[in-house]
């Protein structure tokens, strides 16, 4: 039982999304019985589609492996802080526990800004860990975004 491990594959993740051209964050959804079902990067350039955030594809893929609508027990651990859409997401889809690495004041949605997690019309609320491997990620983030500048 090792959250570190699958951080780890998420910012591998997100490393390869920054190889690609695209903002690195990374997604890796974990099964009850702590199994990778799905990993993703970024992709809204290559598929020129807004709603292509790491956590979405990986929800999408989980699913579509599954045959199911509904994560339950699911675990989905994220370089980043969500963002509003993809808290929806990870709500509409009953994921179990949330990992994510950097906080986005900016862009965030759990911590920041819509805090949708936090709304009453929020059916289901995972449990939130935040922080972890928060260094690694900011620092993929920072890289890529002064080579933008
Ligand atoms: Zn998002």
């Known amino acids: ?3 570190t ?5 998420a910012l591998a993740e997100a490393r390869a999304a920054a190889l690609r051209g695209e903002v690195p ?5 974990v099964s009850p019985e702590g199994a990778v079902v799905a990993r993703a990067g970024n992709r809204t ?5 807004p709603t292509a955030h790491a956590e ?17 027990g699911h675990d989905l651990y994220v370089t980043l802080e969500p ?13 179990r526990r949330l990992y994510y690495g950097a906080a986005d004041p900016k862009s ?18 995972p449990e939130v860990y935040d922080g972890i491997g928060a260094a690694d ?13």
């Open 45 to 49: 350039r290559e598929l020129s589609d």
């Open 83 to 95: 963002c509003p859409m993809c808290a929806a997401a990870i709500s509409f889809a009953r994921i």
């Open 137 to 149: 990620s900011e620092r993929l983030l920072k890289g890529f975004f002064d080579q933008k500048r």
């Open 25 to 29: 964050v990374g997604a890796v959804l």
């Open 108 to 125: 965030g949605g759990t911590a920041h800004g819509a805090r949708v997690f936090a709304h009453p019309q929020c059916h289901h609320v």
């Open 1 to 3: 039982m090792s959250f």
């Open 56 to 72: 979405i594809l990986a929800i999408r893929a989980a699913c579509a492996a599954l045959g199911t609508e509904r994560l339950t």
């Open 5 to 9: 491990s699958h951080m780890q594959a």
